[in-house]
């Protein structure tokens, strides 16, 4: 299984859904990563993604985008290839 990151902030209910969704995937670790702890984590998701809106989610080294593009790539039967490390 490939490494999942997430930037995540306080309070944020589409974070919880994707740390939910992602766990009903088998899913069992998620290096969270605070936004609201650390000013540079977020200067350095907004750099990295271009968002700034949380939560922020990578597959390995693929910035998926947030918990609508999670489960759009699930609804398109691509998410379970790309957890496994298999993109083309």
Same mark, same amino acid.
């Given at each position: 299984?490939?490494?999942?990151?997430?930037?995540?902030?306080?309070?944020?209910?589409?974070?919880?859904?994707?740390?939910?969704?992602?766990? %009903?995937?088998?899913?069992?670790? #998620?290096?969270? =990563?605070? +936004?609201?702890?650390?000013?540079?984590? &977020? $200067?350095?998701? !907004?750099?990295?993604?271009?968002?700034? %809106?949380?939560?922020?989610?990578? #597959?390995?080294? =693929?910035? +998926?985008?947030?918990?609508?593009?999670? &489960? $759009?790539?699930? !609804?398109?039967?691509?998410?379970?290839?790309?957890?496994?490390?298999?993109?083309?």
């Amino acid at each position: 299984m490939q490494p999942v990151t997430m930037y995540t902030g306080p309070y944020c209910p589409y974070c919880t859904m994707a740390k939910k969704f992602l766990k %009903s995937q088998g899913i069992s670790e #998620i290096k969270e =990563i605070r +936004v609201d702890h650390n000013p540079a984590d &977020y $200067a350095e998701m !907004q750099q990295i993604t271009g968002q700034r %809106s949380v939560p922020q989610i990578f #597959i390995g080294s =693929i910035h +998926v985008g947030g918990f609508t593009d999670l &489960y $759009a790539l699930h !609804q398109r039967g691509d998410l379970k290839n790309l957890l496994e490390g298999e993109t083309e």
